[in-house]
């Protein structure tokens, strides 16, 4: 297998699996490691269903959404880090930028995935943007005592909740046909938002039949993302 990686910087546990679960395990088929850093839980705004359990405590909710996110991430193949921070409201600490910014100089990723920087309906989401973008940008400076200096890699935002309200323009569409089984038995892991799995599932199907009319292909699953930075090329058409 290849040591290349990629990291996936999310907001809450769910986050990587809704949005880039298929990117996940494709990349992952392909030799590319996933890293998967997790600022929270998403104990507080994100479980409602637990919270069905009139027993439930926010300390409870943490740790069951720890085990859901690590039975997704084994499904996908990937390396998950869990940071800890509360949500709701989300507010990174010192010692979380260092150690995302250790593990973008330790992996030297070849692409970074991470919400869109336009969410008015969950800063949780905007703030984890800023968080990964500015990770990034330091993980190239010289001078820091944090090991060898990244690269500049691609940053894919993937689609939010809601894209209208987001500013959000896909530029590229995934065929996720082929993992899609594996996506959906990761989303099943994640009891804490069951209603979320058939409208996922309906995301996909969208995106499937956009992917199909892009290129007359035939997807049937698909994820969507937008790239923040420009992409070089040495020739337009696809290769």
């Known amino acids: 297998m290849s040591d290349k990686s990629f990291v996936v910087v999310a907001a809450h546990v769910g986050d990587f699996v809704w949005r880039a679960g298929g990117a996940i395990a494709c990349h992952a088929e392909l030799g590319l490691k996933p890293i998967v850093v997790c600022l929270s839980y998403g104990a507080y705004g994100e479980s409602a269903k637990l919270y069905e359990d009139k ?3 926010a300390a409870k909710a943490r740790d069951i959404r720890r085990e859901e996110a690590e039975n997704a991430a084994k499904i996908l193949g990937a390396e998950i880090h869990f940071l800890g921070e509360e949500d709701y409201p989300l507010r990174p600490t010192a010692e979380m930028f260092e150690t995302t910014v250790r593990l973008l100089r330790k992996h030297q990723p070849a692409f970074m995935m991470t919400h869109p920087r336009v969410d008015p309906s969950n800063w949780d989401h905007v703030e984890t943007f800023r968080f990964a973008v500015e990770a990034r940008q330091v993980a190239q400076a010289q001078g820091r005592p ?30 996720i046909t082929e993992v899609w089984e594996q996506k959906f038995a990761a989303m099943q892991c994640l009891k804490g938002q069951v209603s979320l799995w058939s409208y996922y599932k309906g995301v996909a199907e969208k995106n499937g039949n956009l992917a199909r009319r892009r290129n007359f292909g035939s997807a049937l699953y698909a994820e969507s993302f937008q790239r923040v930075f420009p992409t070089t090329m040495n020739r337009l058409d696809p290769v």
């Open 146 to 175: 944090w090991g060898e200096i990244a690269g500049a890699p691609q940053v894919y935002c993937f689609e939010p909740h809601q894209p209208e309200i987001c500013e959000y323009v896909p530029d590229t569409y995934l065929d």
């Open 55 to 57: 027993a439930m405590t």
